[in-house]
C-alpha cells in the first residue's frame, strides 16, 4: 500500500485551520500530516497538533518554498501532497488527486484552477499568460503552472529540491523541472475558495515578479527557445538598418554594429544557458 503524506505551509493561519483541518482527518486518506509554521504569531502550531500535525517551527518567516522544502524532507511517503494552510483547497478533491496518481500512474498529479479561483483578475491574465508561454515551451498543455495544489512522487520530486526557490514560485519550478526530466504531469480540475478582500497587487513588484518568473521556466526549459528568436529579431534589425543606410547614405552606422553585436550576445548566452540547463537535469 503507497503511504501518503501531506505537506502545508502555514503562516498565522490558525483560524483557517481550525476550519478545514477537521475536515481532512475526517477523511482518513492519508498517512501522514505535517504543518510547516512559518514564523507565524498566532496559535498556527497549536492548532495543528490538536489535529495529530507534525508540526516543524521557522522562528521566522523563510518563505513558502522553504516551508515546502522543510516539509517534504521529514515526510516519510512514497508520494507527498502540497496544500495551502489558508483554506483555498479543498480536503474533499484529495482523494481524486490519489485517484488520478493510481490510474494514471503519472508522476506528479496538479490541481488546475478555473478563472473563479484566482485572486483577481489581474492574476488570472497573468497566469493565462504563465500557462501559455509554458505550453509553447513544452509543447504539452499546461493548464496551471503556478497552482500549489498538488501531489508528487517522492522519489522524483526530490531530485529538484535544490532547485527549488525559498520564496515563491516553487510551483512553477518543480513542473517545468518534470517537464524537462520527461516525467509525466496530470492536470485534474479543482475548485478553489475566490480569496476575499482587497487585491494587493501592485504594479511594480508584482511586474518584477512577473518578469522574473517568465525567465525562470525559459531558463529551466529551454533557454534557446526564448534566446534564439531574440537574436533572430535583433540581427534582421541590425540588417535592415545597414541596408537602409547603405543605400541612402553609402554607410554602416554604428546603430546598425550595436543591434548585430548584441544579436550575438543574445545568442551567446542561451548557447551558455542551455548548456548550464543540461548539467542541471544530467543524472
Known amino acids: 500500500m503507497t503511504r501518503v503524506s501531506i505537506v502545508v505551509p502555514a503562516k498565522n493561519e490558525a483560524e483557517n ?18 504543518v510547516v509554521d512559518d514564523g507565524s504569531t498566532d496559535a498556527t502550531a497549536s492548532v495543528a497538533k490538536e489535529y495529530g500535525a507534525k508540526v516543524l517551527r521557522h522562528e521566522q518567516s523563510m518563505g513558502n518554498g522553504a516551508s515546502i522544502k522543510h516539509g517534504f524532507r521529514e515526510a516519510t511517503s512514497d508520494w507527498v501532497l502540497f496544500m495551502d494552510g489558508d483554506g483555498q483547497h479543498r480536503p474533499e478533491d484529495i482523494p ?22 484566482q485572486a483577481s483578475k489581474g492574476r488570472h491574465l497573468a497566469n493565462a499568460f504563465y500557462n501559455r508561454f509554458a505550453s509553447l515551451l513544452t509543447e504539452s498543455k499546461v493548464e ?25 514560485s516553487y510551483p512553477t519550478t518543480s513542473t517545468m523541472a518534470f517537464f524537462r526530466s520527461g516525467y509525466s ?30 525567465f525562470k521556466v525559459a531558463t529551466l526549459y529551454s533557454p534557446l527557445k526564448v534566446f534564439v528568436p531574440i537574436a533572430v529579431v535583433l540581427f534582421l ?17 554604428n546603430m546598425s554594429a550595436l543591434l548585430m553585436v548584441s544579436a550575438v550576445q543574445v545568442f551567446l548566452v542561451g548557447l551558455v544557458s542551455e548548456q548550464i540547463t543540461n548539467l542541471m537535469y544530467k543524472k
Open 17 to 34: 485551520l481550525r476550519q478545514w483541518l477537521p475536515r481532512l482527518v475526517d477523511l482518513d486518506c492519508y498517512d501522514e500530516l505535517i
Open 96 to 117: 481524486h488527486f490519489l485517484e488520478a496518481m493510481r490510474e494514471s500512474k503519472a508522476d506528479m498529479v496538479v490541481g488546475a484552477r478555473d478563472s473563479g479561483g
Open 144 to 168: 496551471d503552472l503556478t497552482s500549489g495544489f498538488r501531489i508528487v512522487k517522492a522519489d522524483k520530486f526530490r531530485e529538484f529540491l535544490s532547485l527549488l526557490p525559498n520564496k515563491f
Open 185 to 214: 504531469v496530470k492536470y485534474i480540475p479543482v475548485e478553489v475558495k475566490k480569496r476575499t478582500g482587497k487585491s494587493h497587487i501592485h504594479p511594480l513588484k508584482d511586474g518584477a515578479r512577473f518578469l522574473i518568473i517568465i
Open 237 to 253: 534589425l541590425g540588417l535592415v538598418r545597414y541596408l537602409y543606410t547603405y543605400i541612402a547614405m553609402g554607410t554602416f552606422t
